[in-house]
């Protein structure tokens, strides 16, 4: 009995924490300062709208009229396409982290993580509806939905720099300073791990033709 009453709350705390992140879309500088100091966000609903928002974008490319969108299944890996956003939102977390914690920044980084799944909130929202209106739209409707799926993305950046600045407790000025900064340090991030994987595969070949010389000789 009691076990069922934790989960019941449990589960009760992940709906009431996702739709906090609506909050979070209108009003992001109380909804991020909210989110983590107030522990009003939860990792289960981070992760759920990251999880929708890379279910949708794949979904895009099957049910969005070709009006707005031509693909060419034989040429798309669904794997390298997720990671296409996984991969730099996980740069980008990290880097940002790791400077900030240098100049004073409050956030830690599953904060970070956090907020940055939250700020993703507007892509699915808009993304799901506009997909599906794409198909009964004319091509002379096209701007329209062009101007709304742009509008998906700039609000996402815009909660981007609020969710940032509020969580390390930054002005704005710092916080787009350093939120320029957590982009050079994906790409410094980028490098380093080609550096990593190239010193690997070397390491690797290396040893591998030490054991066929080794098998030659005996």
Same mark, same amino acid.
């Given at each position: 009995m009691i076990a069922a009453l934790k989960k019941k709350e449990t589960f009760q705390k992940y709906l009431k924490s996702l739709r906090f992140a609506l909050?979070?879309?209108?009003?992001?500088?109380?909804?991020?300062?909210?989110?983590?100091?107030e522990k009003?966000?939860?990792?289960?609903?981070a992760n759920t709208i990251l999880i929708l928002?890379?279910?949708?974008?794949v979904m895009k490319l099957r049910y969005t009229s070709f009006i707005f969108m031509t693909v060419y299944w034989e040429d798309i890996n669904i794997f390298l396409y997720i990671a296409s956003i996984a991969f730099p939102l996980a740069m980008f977390v990290?880097?940002?982290?790791?400077?900030?914690?240098?100049f004073d920044g409050k956030g830690r980084l599953g904060q970070v993580y956090m907020a940055s799944c939250y700020a993703l909130?507007?892509?699915? =929202?808009?993304? /799901?509806?506009? *997909?599906i209106f794409s198909n009964f739209v004319t091509v002379d409707e096209a701007e329209f939905y062009s101007a709304l799926s742009a509008i998906?993305?700039?609000?996402?950046?815009?909660?981007?720099?609020?969710?940032?600045g509020q969580i390390h407790e930054f002005n704005m000025g710092k916080n787009i300073l350093f939120i320029f900064a957590?982009?050079?340090?994906?790409l410094v991030i980028v490098f380093i =791990?080609?550096? /990593?994987?190239? *010193?690997?595969?070397?390491?690797?070949?290396?040893?591998?033709?030490?054991?066929?010389e080794i098998m030659f000789r005996l």
């Open positions: 909050y979070c879309t209108t009003h992001p500088l109380d909804g991020f300062w909210d989110l983590t100091h009003r966000g939860t990792y289960a609903a928002t890379l279910l949708i974008r990290v880097g940002n982290w790791g400077l900030t914690t240098l909130t507007p892509y699915p =929202l808009m993304q /799901f509806p506009l *997909m998906s993305l700039v609000w996402a950046a815009l909660l981007f720099v609020a969710a940032m957590s982009l050079f340090a994906m =791990l080609l550096l /990593f994987f190239s *010193m690997i595969s070397q390491g690797i070949a290396y040893f591998i033709s030490l054991a066929k």
